[in-house]
């Protein structure tokens, strides 16, 4: 019988080939970010987590592998961090790690957690985002003995939170982020984002009170690895709420109608807007207590509670103090530091329920006032010294 050179030749090379794909290391394509969402709900919060991680899952069956998804949580019981991920038609739950029942404000456990993300080869992606997940009030101080600024609670054996300061630290030693995002209240402070500015390409945050259900992550987590990620987040989670928005008629956490406002600061404009804030501003004392009464204050809490801060709007305040001509380039910075900001009508307050949002314009700023136990705190943030604040008494 004569062989067939022409298929014998074929099997040979068909051998090689399969032999030769046998032999070649699996490549394993790098993510294009891994987000990690802080999720802090050891108080009355604890009740949304679970909800908003369904909605994490819900968001992730329609990413493809361009996104990593950590989430830690503490409701209480006993903190985890998991990774989120997509199998066939499912998401599942992959246990990281494990901490048992923790303080969550702390800063070497947060610094923990961190690194078990960041510091992961498994979670290794071209980029990174942070969403902190909490209760909050901006840059103010917690206690009236302790100077500190806070982010988070955690009330499982006290109450702990956590110092603006300290949270610098562990952002020190996390990879840059694309964004930082505050599920919480009161975030789009332009102290605390300054203080910020190093670590991240944007800053999303609301100037007042967040929606009890907090962002909408079914919609949000398809764009979490988005080129334009920070503005995208941030008009999903708007107009999720301006859609239910009826000026707060049978308002409740599962039937949010009370509207909401965002706001995404670009980092980079930062400096620029500080050195120009300090240029503008008069050499002068300021009338601390006719600008309170006159510059919208986004705190609608009673200025007799012990819970009162006062966050006032940013360029109000500016331009109460500023002469005409100087506030165009005032203006100009402050429009470049802004990437993205709308507001319905009105927003809810637990206080003062439905309040008026005409006039705002997204960023907070402190005014001191005359019973201020906050005045040592604050001349120790970075805004206070880059702005120029000591010119106006402050």
């Known amino acids: ?12 090379l068909a051998f090689f080939f399969l032999a030769s794909c046998e032999d070649e290391p699996e490549i394993v394509k790098t993510p294009k970010r891994t987000v990690l969402v802080y ?18 899952k819900e968001g992730l069956l329609q990413v493809n592998g361009e996104l990593k998804l950590l989430v830690y949580v503490d409701t209480g019981s006993s903190a985890r961090l998991v990774e989120l991920k997509k ?19 702390g800063t070497e ?14 979670f290794a992606a071209e980029s990174y985002g942070l969403i902190y997940w909490s209760h909050a009030d901006g840059w103010a101080p917690y206690g009236s003995t302790r100077q500190t600024r806070w982010i ?98 049978n308002i409740s956490n599962k039937n949010w109608t009370g509207g ?52 006032f709007d940013f360029k109000q305040l500016v331009q109460a103090l500023a002469d005409e001509t100087s506030l165009v380039e005032w203006e100009h910075a402050f429009d470049e530091a802004i990437a993205f900001w709308k507001t319905t009508d009105k927003n809810y307050s637990q206080v003062a329920h439905m309040f008026s949002m005409e006039g705002t314009n997204g960023i907070t700023h402190y005014i001191p006032n005359s019973n201020d136990t906050y005045a040592l705190a604050y001349r120790s943030t970075a805004w206070y010294q880059d702005a120029g604040l000591a010119k106006l008494g402050w």
């Not at 019988?1 to 040979?12: D, F, I, P, S, V």
């Not at 979490?224 to 990620?229: D, R, S, V, Y």
């Not at 050195?275 to 601390?288: F, G, K, R």
């Open 260 to 311: 909401t406002s965002i706001c995404v600061m670009r980092t980079s404009a930062l400096k620029q807007l500080a050195s120009v804030t300090a240029q503008v501003l008069p050499e002068t004392l300021a009338d601390n207590e006719r600008l309170s009464a006159t510059v919208f204050d986004y705190d609608q809490r009673p200025p007799s509670s012990t819970y009162y801060i006062g966050y």
């Open 152 to 249: 988070g609670q955690d009330t499982g054996d006290g109450d702990y939170r956590m110092n603006i300061s300290d949270f610098v630290s562990i952002l020190k030693e996390a990879p840059h982020f694309s964004f930082i995002m505050f599920d919480a209240c009161f975030m789009s402070s332009v102290e605390v984002a300054y203080e910020l500015r190093s670590y991240t390409d944007y800053y999303i945050g609301s100037p007042t009170e967040n929606p009890g259900p907090g962002a909408p992550y079914d919609l949000i987590t398809p764009l979490m690895a988005g080129e334009n990620a920070a503005v995208d987040m941030a008009s999903a989670y708007f107009e999720h709420y301006n859609a239910k928005y009826n000026g707060g008629i």
């Open 39 to 56: 999720i802090a709900a050891d108080n009355n919060l604890a009740h949304f987590a679970l909800d908003d991680m369904d909605e994490m």
């Open 87 to 105: 199998e066939s038609r499912n998401v599942v739950e992959n246990v990281v790690r494990g901490y048992g029942d923790r303080n969550s404000t």
């Open 1 to 12: 019988m004569k062989l067939n050179l022409r298929l014998l030749l074929g099997a040979c």
């Open 109 to 122: 456990e947060t610094r923990e957690v961190f690194r078990d993300v960041f510091s992961n080869p498994a």
